[in-house]
Nanobody, 124 residues
């Protein structure tokens, strides 16, 4: 059974950085379709970054500050977050899928594998 476990969340001041990791258990092949989502208090879940093979896409709110990547050797999906802002506060979730078709437009509920989340809090 495939499981995704996020880590790396925490509390930082505005301008700081965090690196989120998502460990993939039970799947030893390359993850070619992945995404990071977040849900701020009182707001809907939004996709902040996605990766299809080597192509990356970012939400406008995080473009230039966040970087999505994967480490196949360690079987992890990562999200480097720099220049954090209070508006980045929320629960962050990773998602992965082995299906490339439809990957670009895939919403949270459509990913085969989804994590439980890690909290990020950015104070001003």
């Amino acid at each position: 059974q495939v499981q995704l476990v996020e880590s790396g969340g925490g509390s930082v001041q505005a301008g700081g950085s965090l690196r989120l990791s998502c460990q993939v258990f039970g799947y030893s092949y390359s993850i070619d379709c992945m995404g990071w989502f977040r849900q701020a208090p009182g707001k809907e879940l939004e996709k902040v970054a996605s990766m299809i093979l080597r192509s990356t896409t970012y939400a406008d709110a995080v473009k230039g500050r966040f970087t999505i990547s994967r480490d196949n050797a360690k079987n992890t999906l990562n999200l480097q977050m720099n220049s954090l802002e209070p508006e980045d506060t929320g629960m962050y979730y990773c998602a992965a899928d082995n299906r490339l078709i439809g990957c670009g437009g895939r919403i949270w509920a459509q990913y085969n594998y989804r994590g439980q989340g890690t909290q990020v809090t950015v104070s001003s």
